[in-house]
């Protein structure tokens, strides 16, 4: 038989039952509503209530009702206090700020920490101010030249002024890409094509940076500028043909124009040292000339006061000298002859060779050249031989 078959007789395994084989005692399952009912009791003397005793009367009952209902609104407003309390703290990060409205009204920035606020009055909006962010932006637009060039563009910024931010305008992202566009647009359209595809392009990047930061203080938008990047700068499509050999006559124009640089920075130098040097060589040629003038002056004036104490004998030695260094290179020699009055050429280099010849070392000085004394009296023998013929002739 099963241990909840009726009759009375029960199972000692009955789980219900109190054990011990009590009989009489029919004890079902736990009703949910009495457990309830208890801990509700139990909450209720816990918070000051009266608990509802077992075996009272029908207002007892009532009593007891009541009770329960007063712990559930107990209940209810210890959540709520606690809900209240959960938010009415808020923690800011370092890398935020707080913007705090109450009534939809702004009330103040908080920075980061531990923050209060009242709950269902005031209204937190946390923006982080220390991220950098990257917009793009990129579009065809015309020159100053009148020509299409499509232009590539990246803007990193950041939050500058969370109120601003926040506050001012709806969509600052938005308002960042309209000013980005409106300012390169500007700056493009006030350029040739060659300085936006060329050596312009870091300048014009500089320039849509300024312009932009300037747009967006005027609106307001809380953003700051860190940096502006032109990534590409190409012609469109179908010029890019005719653009590339533009660069390559750019590419040899200035490949010329180097060499050119590099050949005058070698022949400038060297001629800058021929141009010296023969400067060098003028100075030395002009002090030689004055030197030699200076000493040619004081020879003359030491043979000037020679000259006057006896004109004659500085004449006549004079003239010797001068007749000396001007036969001196001549292999003649010229004899003048008072007696026929004649001019005779004497082989005088004959008769030093034939005389050397003969291996006489009475003609030859200390040298090995001829003795002049010898020689001048070779010549007068010769002379006086010659004179007596001559008269001998006559008679």
Request: no cysteine; charged share 25%.
């Amino acid at each position: 038989m099963a241990w909840n078959e009726p009759g009375g007789n029960r199972n000692d395994n009955d789980p219900w039952g109190t054990g011990g084989g009590r009989r009489g005692n029919d004890q079902g399952p736990p009703d949910l509503d009495e457990a309830l009912k208890k801990g509700l009791d139990k909450l209720n003397k816990l918070l000051g209530g009266k608990g509802n005793r077992s075996g009272g009367s029908g207002s007892g009952s009532s009593s007891g009702n009541s009770g329960g209902f007063g712990a559930i609104l107990a209940l209810a407003g210890i959540l709520v206090v606690g809900y209240v309390i959960f938010q009415s703290f808020y923690t800011v990060d370092e890398q935020e700020r707080a913007v705090v409205l109450r009534f939809g009204e702004f009330s103040r920035t908080e920075n980061p920490g531990l923050r209060f606020k009242v709950p269902l009055i005031d209204d937190v909006t946390k923006v982080r101010v220390t991220n950098v962010r990257t917009a793009e932006s990129s579009g065809q637009m015309l020159t100053q030249d009148e020509n299409l060039v499509t232009v590539d563009l990246q803007v990193q910024y950041r939050v500058g002024d969370a109120k601003a931010y926040v506050l001012n305008i709806r969509d600052s992202n938005e308002a960042l890409a309209f000013a980005t566009d409106s300012a390169l647009r500007h700056e493009v359209g006030s350029s040739t094509l060659d300085q936006v595809l060329t050596e312009g392009r870091a300048e014009l990047a500089v320039r849509v940076e300024q312009r932009l930061q300037t747009f967006l203080r005027d609106y307001g938008a809380g953003l700051e500028i860190v940096r502006v990047n032109v990534e590409s700068t190409q012609p469109p499509d179908a010029v890019q043909d005719a653009f590339r050999e533009v660069q390559r006559a750019r590419e040899d124009e200035q490949r010329v124009k180097e060499e050119a640089e590099t050949y005058r920075n070698k022949v400038v130098p060297e001629a800058r040292g021929q141009a010296q040097r023969m400067i060098e060589e003028a100075q030395a040629y002009k002090q030689e000339v004055v030197e030699r003038a200076n000493g040619e002056t004081a020879r003359f004036l030491a043979l000037l006061q020679v000259y006057q104490m006896s004109p004659v004998v500085t004449r006549e030695r004079m003239y010797l000298q001068a007749l000396e260094g001007v036969l001196s290179n001549t292999s003649k020699v010229l004899v003048d002859t008072e007696s026929s009055g004649n001019m005779m050429y004497l082989p005088l280099d004959r008769l030093t060779q034939n005389r050397s010849a003969g291996g006489g070392n009475s003609s030859e000085g200390t040298d090995g050249q001829p003795n002049i004394q010898t020689l001048t009296d070779q010549v007068i023998q010769e002379l006086r031989g010659r004179q007596d013929t001559g008269i001998r002739r006559s008679r």
